[in-house]
Structures are given as structure tokens and as C-alpha cells.
């Protein structure tokens, strides 16, 4: 009998009790109850003596007027029971066994008068208590899941499972509830026993089971929540490439094999190069791939290959052959061809530098020159990859001297520098004795200077030479006065020069205008003889014209 029905019955007791005029009071299991007699309203002085019994023969004690009470041998009373003045019989330590009609009997001078009382003891239950606890449920099986157990109530406690806080009702089906009721003989406590069956579906692998117990005396009281494990076959794998990509010849490919199967499978079988390799894991390895291992890939259940999965593997690839490299050393005036040879598995992109300077396209060589030299790096890159060539070219020549001049330094001092181009770098002899100079040698070219103060005119040689040739050229150095002379004259004549460059221009210029406007002149004049000419020609057709009109109109009068 479930709690609300007792509770129903309780009432209705209690109801009948009243109508009935029966006098009712509730106690607590195990507290102490004081049962009036005629509600406490009788008097000592009216009644001679009070017996208090239960049932129909059970009697408690007596109570003589200015005596005191004497209790019965009982054994359920005897040690629990007490009178008052107002003749209330007070029961400590109430059990079920009190739970009874007591009647106070009093005796007055005239009449008999008796004062029944019905007592209800209550005892709320205990915490809900789990067991035979399962861990799994399996998909479409009926599993027992557990047991949630309550005892020592009174009335007997009420039982509700739930799902994620909604009640669970029995179906007949996919849900079972069973609930047991047991008194206990000695202390007529009830215990209530629920045991749920429930058929799991997939949704339910976090569902959260609790069972409630329910008590009219009491607050309700909930379980910990109870999650289970969901089991149900695998219907589909998926094969993953764990490793990251994108992968190069040598690296080591991890696949991974999952089910959606619960629990998932242990062994998988991995189909490689159309060879199947069973192993009790969910990943297999490929070690050292190269372009060769580039294909699909699959694994499958070892118990139904027909579930299978599959995924392709690209291994990504990059080789660069460079038609020149080491030390590339060529003469000065001779062509070199570069060659770049690139295969890719992908899109790949080449760019040159010279040094750090970055050069448009792949370097083309039809005439060498000393500028040409210098260090030539190739960078082709594809996404993930990237490879690097370089050559070293250097142009080599015999020295060649460009110019020998001569400057004016502090005071007295002239400064001659010598120009060179060649390489090996050419070095410099003079034939004086100076103080000497160089400048950076760069794309094959050096400057060496050097500074003397000349006594005399002197002729001064430079000598450039290296290990594949020389050349030498002389300059006429003047002394002092003479050169400042001669820079005076030299001025001089550059005054002159410029001069006559100027005149020159100026006349030139003139004999243009001259030109332009004799051709004019002679353009109209004989643009106007060839008008008069045209003119006589119209005239003299006109007159012809009426000489032959005269004739017709004399032969037509004949």
C-alpha cells in the first residue's frame, strides 16, 4: 500500500473517529504522549477513583482518590507509565504498539463515566537507499537498473523513480516498476522496495536516474544521481589521419580508427597497399613514406569488414636540380647558361637573388662582365617545403687600365690616379715614389692614387697587373711653375674652345634660318608662275570655244 493511500485511510479513521465522537491524538515514534481524560477537564474532588486501560481488557493503572496510582504488570506499560493530577495518562517512548484506543474510566459518587482516546503513532522513513546497482544498459534490452530501498516508516513510504527530473510511470514496455511493502512483526515499521527496469535508446548515454522517497510526515527525499554507461553495436568507423600534414618523403603517418559502436572495439583491421593487417589498437603507423605510399588508405571491424572507412594520403614531394654549382669560374666576355630543373607534387615557385639583392627571373649570362660576379641563390618553394641552391660565379680577366689622370692636391702636391679593371684584383706598381691610396674594389674595378710633389717634369708610369696579364700606361707630370702655366693655358684654351663653340652655334644657326627662308621664297615663286601659266591656258581654251561656235553657225546658214 503506497504512502497517500495510507494517508487516505488515516483521514478517514481520524473522520469516522469524529463523527463517532472518538477523541484522537498523533505522536511522534519514540517521543512521549500525554493523554487527557475528558480533554482534562476532571475534577479530583468529583470522582473517586480513575482507571486507565487500552482495549477492551487491557488495564494500565488505577488512581484512588488521595492514593496513589497503582500500576498493572503489563510488560508493555508497566516501566512507561504515569498519571497526572488531572488524571492524564503520559506513555514515554511511544512505538507502534501504541498505537491503539485508550480508555480513561472514571467512578464518580453517582454515575460511571468512560473517556476513550485514539492513539496514531507516525515514524518518518529513512534516507533512499541504492542497491543492485547495474553498469551498463544495453539499446533495446531490458536491464534491471537498480534498487531503491526505505524502511522503518510509518505509514509506509512512497516510491518514484525519475529521468532527468521527470517521473518515470510504468509502460508495460520499455519501463518496469516493481515496488515490494514489509512490516516488520516486532516493530510494525514498513519498508518499501522499488526496482526499476528500464530499455535504454542511445539518447540516454548522460541521462541522469534518481529515485525519490515520499513521506506525509516528512519532506521528500532524493537519491544521488545514478548515470549508466549505454551500450549499442558499432554501425559506422571513421579513419582520421592523426599526423599533421602536409608530409614529405621520411616522415611517419599515424591513421586512427574510430567506431561509434559502445563500447568502442579493441582491434580494427588497416588495409595497406591492398594487404590487410589486423592489430588490437585503433591506429597504425607508416613509417618513412615516400612518394610511392601517396593513395587511399582504409581500416574496417575485424568481425564485419563490410564497415569500413577510407582516407587518402598525398606525400608531398620537392626536387630541385641546379645546372650550375660549386665555383663557376668564366673568362671575362664569355656566356654561361643557367639551367633549374624543379619537380613538384604541387604548385611550386621559384625566385633568384644575387646576394641580397632579389633578381626578377632565372639569371641569363650571353656576355660576361665583372659586375656579373657574385653569389646566386635559388629559393623554390611549395606550401610546407622550401629548398635552397647556390653558385658562386666569378669572372676573371687580364688587367686593363681606363684612365690615368692627373689633380691638383695641397699646395705643391699633384695626385695621379690610375683606374684598373681586371680580376684576380689587379695591383699597381708606379714608377715614383709617393704616397699611395686605393679605393673599394668592386664589379671588378679599383682606383689607386698617388700623391707626389714633383721637382722636375717626369713621366709616371702605373703597371696593373694579376696572374693573367698586365698593362701599363704613362702620364707627363710638370713641375711646379710649368704646370701652373700650362693650367693657365689650359684655361686659356678651354676659354677659347668654349668661345668658338659658342660662334659657332650662333652662325650655325643663323645659315639655318637663312636656308628656311630662301626655300620659302622660291616655293611661292614658283608657286605663282605654275598660277599665271594655268591662267593663260583658261583664257585661250575660251576663245577657241567661241571661234568654233562662229564656224557651226555659218555652215548651218549654208
Not at 168 to 179: E, P, Y
Not at 248 to 269: M, Q, R
Not at 406 to 421: F, P, Q, R, T, W
Not at 443 to 464: E, F, M, Q, R
Request: with cysteine; glycine share 6%.
Amino acid at each position: 500500500m503506497h504512502g497517500t493511500a495510507l494517508l487516505r485511510c488515516l483521514l478517514t479513521i481520524s473522520l469516522m473517529n469524529q463523527v463517532s465522537g472518538l477523541e484522537t491524538l498523533t505522536s511522534k515514534y519514540g517521543d512521549t504522549i500525554e493523554i487527557p481524560c475528558n480533554k482534562g477537564q476532571l475534577k479530583e474532588t468529583d470522582v473517586k477513583f480513575v482507571k486507565w486501560k487500552y482495549d477492551e481488557d487491557g488495564n494500565i493503572l488505577v488512581k484512588q482518590q488521595n492514593q496513589n496510582a497503582s500500576i498493572h504488570a503489563d510488560v508493555n506499560y508497566k516501566n512507561r507509565v504515569s498519571i497526572k493530577k488531572d488524571f492524564s495518562l503520559v506513555i514515554t517512548q511511544v512505538t507502534m504498539v501504541d498505537q491503539r484506543t485508550f480508555t480513561c474510566m472514571a467512578v464518580g459518587k453517582e454515575d460511571i463515566l468512560e473517556y476513550p482516546v485514539q492513539l496514531t503513532i507516525y515514524k518518518a522513513p529513512s534516507q533512499p537507499e541504492i542497491t543492485n546497482l547495474t553498469s551498463a544498459m544495453a539499446v533495446g534490452k531490458t536491464t534491471m537498473l537498480a534498487q531503491c530501498r526505505t524502511e522503518g516508516a510509518s505509514p509506509a513510504a512512497n516510491i518514484t523513480w525519475f529521468k532527468n527530473k521527470t517521473p518515470l510511470m510504468t509502460d508495460g514496455a520499455a519501463i518496469k516498476i516493481n515496488t515490494n511493502l514489509d512490516v516488520d512483526k516486532e516493530t510494525r515499521l514498513s519498508t518499501t522496495t522499488s526496482t526499476l527496469e528500464y530499455t535504454a535508446v542511445k539518447g540516454d548515454f548522460d541521462a541522469k536516474f534518481t529515485c525519490q522517497v515520499q513521506h506525509i510526515w516528512s519532506a521528500n527525499m532524493d537519491s544521488s544521481p545514478l548515470v549508466f554507461s549505454v551500450n549499442y553495436p558499432t554501425e559506422k568507423v571513421t579513419l582520421q589521419v592523426v599526423s599533421q600534414g602536409p608530409f614529405k618523403e621520411g616522415d611517419s603517418v599515424i591513421l586512427k580508427c574510430t567506431a561509434d559502436g559502445n563500447p568502442p572495439p579493441s582491434s580494427f583491421n588497416f588495409y595497406v597497399d591492398g594487404e590487410k593487417n589486423s592489430v588490437d589498437s585503433n591506429t597504425y603507423t607508416l613509417t618513412n613514406v615516400s612518394r610511392e605510399d601517396t593513395g587511399d588508405y582504409k581500416c574496417s571491424l575485424v568481425d564485419n569488414e563490410d564497415i569500413a572507412a577510407s582516407v587518402t594520403i598525398t606525400v608531398e614531394y620537392l626536387d630541385v636540380v641546379l645546372g650550375t654549382t660549386g665555383k663557376i669560374v668564366k673568362k671575362l666576355g664569355e656566356s654561361l647558361e643557367v639551367t633549374v630543373d624543379v619537380k613538384a607534387s604541387g604548385v611550386a615557385e621559384t625566385t633568384w637573388k644575387k646576394g641580397n639583392v632579389k633578381l626578377n627571373s632565372l639569371p641569363k649570362f650571353d656576355k660576361l662582365t665583372y659586375s656579373d660576379s657574385g653569389m646566386y641563390e635559388c629559393v623554390v618553394s611549395m606550401a610546407g617545403f622550401k629548398e635552397t641552391r647556390t653558385f658562386e660565379l666569378v669572372v676573371e680577366g687580364p688587367p686593363a687600365i681606363k684612365n690615368l689622370i692627373k689633380e691638383h692636391g695641397d699646395n705643391m702636391a699633384k695626385v695621379l690616379k690610375c683606374v684598373a679593371e681586371g680580376s684576380p684584383k689587379p695591383t699597381v706598381q708606379w714608377s715614383v715614389n709617393g704616397t699611395s691610396d686605393e679605393s673599394r674594389y668592386e664589379h671588378g674595378k679599383v682606383t689607386y692614387s698617388i700623391t707626389i710633389i714633383p721637382k722636375d717634369n717626369l713621366t709616371v708610369s702605373c703597371t696593373a697587373s694579376n696572374v693573367l696579364g698586365s698593362d701599363i700606361k704613362s702620364i707627363n707630370v710638370s713641375a711646379l711653375d710649368e704646370d701652373v702655366a700650362m693650367d693657365k693655358q689650359d684655361q686659356k684654351d678651354e676659354y677659347s674652345d668654349q668661345t668658338a663653340l659658342a660662334v659657332g652655334i650662333v652662325v650655325g644657326l643663323t645659315l639655318a634660318v637663312l636656308a628656311i627662308g630662301l626655300a620659302y621664297w622660291l616655293y611661292m615663286k614658283k608657286f605663282r608662275q605654275g598660277s599665271w601659266k594655268i591662267g593663260e591656258k583658261e583664257d585661250g581654251s575660251a576663245e577657241e570655244s567661241k571661234k568654233l561656235e562662229e564656224n557651226q553657225s555659218q555652215k548651218a546658214d549654208v
